[in-house]
């Protein structure tokens, strides 16, 4: 239900939307003399308004034209709630079905969310942390240290323990149809938070989850998959891992030709690539490769804090709007171990990883991915998803605006699959069919 009676999110006054200013295609001379005309316009604008409030101001009548032209309160907390009243959390990564597997046998009966519930997820901590959508990663650990074999190709239960998964955060969404709303679309995004209700999307997080199969991948997004995780913590027969905590040796080298055609598929369908658990050169040569802009969908910087998960400057460098760089959003990871040292994080320390990216690849390229659900431990002041305010209000006491900061909240999310719809739609429309790629280690085929 609508806490605050807002039918535009993303859209309030003082918050123009993020995700319509995407500049993907590229652009033609004419294009380029209307942006530009565009940027003058906005810019007299702004002298414009800037000139009557310093006036006004001088009239000693700030505290009234903030009331209408800033619309924001001085106070870091409540300009916080203001921004997320307007522009809720979109999260990248929320590990709670594989808590309902571990924990509750795949039992949703069992499950009251809206009460208490273990972990960083339920219903009235959603709605305090200002929660409207999220990805609910389905997830399956890595098939034991060598147990598929040299090649991948042993028999695993990945894929039917996806297919649980996926069953389980679907149940759940049914379950409270008046707080979650299944979503397959950027526009159903909005229009679910328009609603008032939790957009509710599938990631699935490894390469590994899709048994070697093109086809298998089509059928997730069939089942309301939009992200997959090239990797996990595993090397798998499309790419190479960056490991958890160190660098294992490469098996590819980065992508795999099979690697390849998969994005190729992913970009066709709509499905993002996520590049988080990635190894470097994974990474590097997959976000170069996709046509469509690319997520981390969980993962902060490593000039920050240096661990493999973490994304690299040199990495950071590819991502943005420019010639041979491809837009793509960073979602902050919160988990404690790579955020900073033993006992170092926190609100603050996650807030410098935000600012990080920002920094390096652009205001328009960072979100939040906390995966909440998915860590054992939590940082001080962001310890489940009734905290997000918290990071927004530390972000605008460091200067942050609205703009940007509904851009990190969700905005940039948006944009990044529309663009990725936009290019599946441009290649189904060119005709491309569907890939039969196979695993050429494969025998049965
Ligand atoms: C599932 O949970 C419900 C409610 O706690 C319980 O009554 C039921 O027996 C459980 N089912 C199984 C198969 O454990
Ligand atoms: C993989 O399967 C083959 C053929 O069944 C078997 O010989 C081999 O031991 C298996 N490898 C592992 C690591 O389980
Ligand atoms: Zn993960």
Redesign the pocket.
Known sequence: MPENGETAPLLGEGIPNLARTGNLERETPADRRRRLATIRAVVYTVLTVVFVVALASVLFLWDKITGVVGHLPKDPEKAALYILNNAPVIDGHIDLPILVRSAF?N?I??IDLEKPFAGHVDIPRLRKGKVGGFFWSVYTDCPHAGSEGEDFLNATWSVRDTLEQIDIARLLVQKYPNTFAWTLKSSDIKAAIGRGQIASLLGVEGGHQLGNSIQVLRTYYDLGVRYVTLTHACHNAFADSCGIFEDPKPYHGGLSKLGYALIDEMNRIGMLVDLSHTSDATAKQAIKYSKAPVIWSHSSARAVHDVPRNVPDDILKFIGFGQGQTDAVVMVNFAPFFVAEPGKADVKAVADHVDHIAKVAGKRHVGLGSDFDGIGEVPVGLEDVSKYPALVAELYRRGWNAFDLAGVTGGNLLRVMEGAERVAAQMQKAGIPPAATKYDKRTDL
């Open positions: 046998a039992n009966s069992a």
